[in-house]
C-alpha cells in the first residue's frame, strides 16, 4: 500500500499588481488559498530593506513611505535582462523578482494544501515566446517545476466551464457556445474569443496589449491631481519618492471608490502644502476614454481576426479586477448587446482555471471531472530573417501566422548565396511586420562546421515546432549530400543561464527555508 500523500493540483494566477493561487480541494472544486495575512490576493510587490526582502501586503504598504525600496509590479518588465531600478547598488532580473512573489505563494500555501512543487502558471494570452521563456524561469527560482503555462483567459473560461458543469463526468451534453473574455488587470490587458463545449476549450483569436492596465487608469489620476497641486503651488509632488508613494496609493483608493460612488477626492500632501482635489466619475471617464477606446479598438480586431459578428457571441466574461469599473461594462454592453457575465470572480477565476488544469495535467480528481481539451493559438507570427536574392535586403519570413491554433509545426526551405558557405545564421523573430527592426527579436541559431563543398543553392530547411504552451523549438537540416540536422536551443540575449537560474533558485528558497 503507497502511503505517500496526493501533493494538490495547483493553479497560480501571476498578476500583474496582485497574484492569487488556488488548489482542487478534496471534493474537486477550486478553491484560493488565502496567504500568510489571511488575503486571498497578494501585492506583487517586493520591498528591500537591507539584508531583508519582504513581499507582499507589507512591501505594498511601504510604498507610501519607501518607494525608492519598492520593486512593483515585475511582470511588466519580464522578458528585459534587469529591472529598471537599483536596490542596495545590485540590479535584479525581473525572473528573480517574480520568483521571490512565486515562492512566498508555495510558501503560504503549503500551509493549507501540503507541500507541493508542482502548479500551472498563467500568463497573458498576448505574451510573446521570450517572456513565456522568462515565466517559466521565475518558476523554477521560486523553487516551482511548471506543469504548464496557460494563457489568462484561456484558464477563466476553463473556470467558467467548470461553474457551468462541463467539465464533470454527468455526461451533459450542450451545445458550443462562442465566449468572448475580456481581461483587464493590473497591467496587462487581453481580449480571446473561445469556443466552450463540454470538455473543450478552443481558441479562435487573440489579441492584447501588454502595456495596458488599471495601472494606466491610476496614472492619469496621479497625473491630474499633480498638476492640480503644480498649479496651486509651483511644485511637483511626483518628484519627491514619499509624496508619490502616497499619491499612488490615494489614487488607486479613489479610482476604486469611483466603481461604486459618483465621486471621490485625493488628499494630496508636499512639504508644508496640502490640497484636495475632487474628482467625479464623469470626470474620471472623460480623463481615461483613450484608454478605453483601446480596449474597444482590440476587442474589435480581435472578433473581426475570428471572423465573427456579435451575434455569433453567446457570452461575454469579465476576467480582471479592472473589468469592475462601469465605464469598461458599459462599453461592452453597447458593443455587444448584452450584459457581461459577472458570475466568475473577476480576481479569482483565472487561478481557479489554473487549478483545474494542474487537476486534468496530474489526472487528480478523476473521479471528479473529466479532462478537457484546450486548445491556444499562437498571438504573434513567427518567422525568420532572409536576404532577397535580388536586393540582399533582409526581410521577415513568416512560418506561423498569427492565431494558428497550437500545437504546430511549420517548415521553410531556403538556398544558399554563396559556394562553400561555412554557417548559417537563424535569426527568430516574432511580430506582424516584414522589417526585422520592427519585430520583436526572439533569438538566433548559429550553425558552424558545415561542409566545405557546399554549392551555391544548397536547400537549408528550417522547421519550426510551437507548442500548446507557447514555446518554440526548433531544426535546422541542410542538404545536398550530407543531410545533416542541427537542434538548438534559441541563444536568448536577455534570457538567464542554467548556471544563473540554479544560483537565483538556491539564493531565494534557502533564505526563505
Known amino acids: 500500500m503507497n502511503d505517500t500523500p496526493i501533493k494538490p493540483a495547483i493553479g497560480i494566477d501571476l498578476g500583474t499588481t496582485f497574484s492569487v493561487i488556488a488548489h482542487v480541494n478534496d471534493v474537486g472544486r477550486p478553491e484560493t488559498i488565502p496567504n500568510a495575512e489571511g488575503d486571498l490576493l497578494t501585492p506583487s510587490v517586493i520591498l528591500f530593506d537591507e539584508d531583508e526582502v519582504i513581499v507582499g501586503r507589507e512591501a505594498a504598504k511601504a510604498k507610501a513611505t ?14 528585459n535582462q534587469v529591472y529598471d531600478k537599483v536596490f542596495g547598488d545590485r540590479r535584479y532580473p525581473p525572473e528573480a523578482l517574480q520568483g521571490w512573489i512565486l515562492n512566498k505563494l508555495k510558501r503560504d500555501a503549503a500551509r493549507v494544501a501540503g507541500d507541493f512543487d508542482e502548479a500551472v502558471i498563467t500568463v497573458p494570452a498576448y505574451f510573446d515566446e521570450v517572456r513565456r521563456k522568462s515565466t517559466q524561469d521565475s518558476g523554477f527560482i521560486g523553487g516551482l517545476k511548471v506543469l504548464d503555462i496557460i494563457n489568462e483567459p484561456t484558464a477563466a473560461a476553463v473556470a467558467y466551464g467548470y461553474q457551468a458543469g462541463w467539465i ?40 492584447g496589449d501588454m502595456r495596458l492596465g488599471g495601472q494606466d487608469w491610476d496614472q492619469r489620476l496621479i497625473d491630474h491631481v499633480a498638476k492640480n ?80 459578428a456579435w451575434t455569433d457571441i453567446d457570452k461575454v466574461i ?80 513568416p512560418l506561423i501566422p498569427r492565431n494558428t491554433p497550437l500545437p504546430v509545426v511549420a517548415r521553410r526551405v531556403f538556398k544558399t548565396h554563396r559556394k562553400n558557405q561555412e554557417s548559417i545564421l537563424v535569426q527568430i523573430v516574432e511580430g506582424e ?12 541559431c548559429a550553425i558552424w562546421d558545415l561542409p566545405d563543398t557546399l554549392e551555391v543553392g544548397t536547400l537549408i530547411e528550417v522547421r519550426f515546432a510551437y507548442e500548446e504552451n507557447g ?24 534570457s538567464l543561464t542554467d548556471e544563473q537560474l540554479d544560483s537565483w533558485r538556491e539564493y531565494i528558497c534557502d533564505s526563505n527555508e
Open 66 to 79: 519607501e518607494l525608492e525600496k519598492i520593486a512593483d509590479c515585475p511582470k511588466r518588465q519580464i522578458g
Open 168 to 207: 464533470d463526468l454527468s455526461g451533459k451534453v450542450a451545445e458550443p457556445i462562442n465566449v468572448l473574455v475580456y481581461d483587464l488587470g493590473g497591467g496587462t490587458f487581453d481580449v480571446t474569443v473561445m469556443e466552450v463545449g463540454v470538455n473543450r476549450f478552443r481558441t479562435i483569436a487573440t489579441d
Open 471 to 494: 514555446r518554440l523549438k526548433i531544426k535546422v537540416k541542410v542538404g545536398g549530400s550530407t543531410q545533416k540536422a542541427f537542434r538548438y536551443e534559441i541563444q536568448r540575449p536577455n
Open 318 to 397: 469579465l476576467v480582471g479586477g479592472s473589468t469592475r469599473m462601469p465605464a469598461v461594462r458599459e462599453m461592452l454592453t453597447s458593443l455587444s448587446g448584452q450584459q457581461p457575465d459577472t458570475t466568475l470572480s473577476p480576481d479569482e477565476a483565472v487561478a481557479h482555471g489554473a487549478a483545474l488544469r494542474a487537476a486534468m495535467l496530474s489526472n487528480r480528481h478523476s473521479n471528479a471531472f473529466a479532462p478537457s481539451e484546450i486548445k491556444n493559438v499562437n498571438s504573434h507570427t513567427l518567422g525568420v530573417v532572409a536576404n532577397e536574392v535580388e536586393t540582399g535586403i533582409a526581410k521577415v519570413v
Open 433 to 444: 511586420n516584414n522589417t526585422p527592426e520592427d519585430c520583436s527579436q526572439l533569438g538566433r
Open 229 to 308: 497641486f503644480k498649479d496651486n503651488y509651483g511644485i511637483d509632488p511626483t518628484e519627491d519618492s514619499t509624496a508619490l508613494g502616497k499619491l499612488l496609493r490615494d489614487c488607486k483608493d479613489a479610482k476604486e471608490t469611483l466603481s461604486s460612488r459618483s465621486k471621490a477626492s485625493v488628499e494630496c500632501v508636499f512639504g508644508s502644502s496640502s490640497i484636495k482635489t475632487d474628482i467625479s466619475r464623469d470626470m474620471f471617464e472623460d480623463m481615461t476614454l483613450d484608454l478605453l477606446d483601446r480596449t474597444d479598438f482590440t476587442v474589435r480586431q480581435t472578433l473581426k481576426a475570428a471572423k465573427l
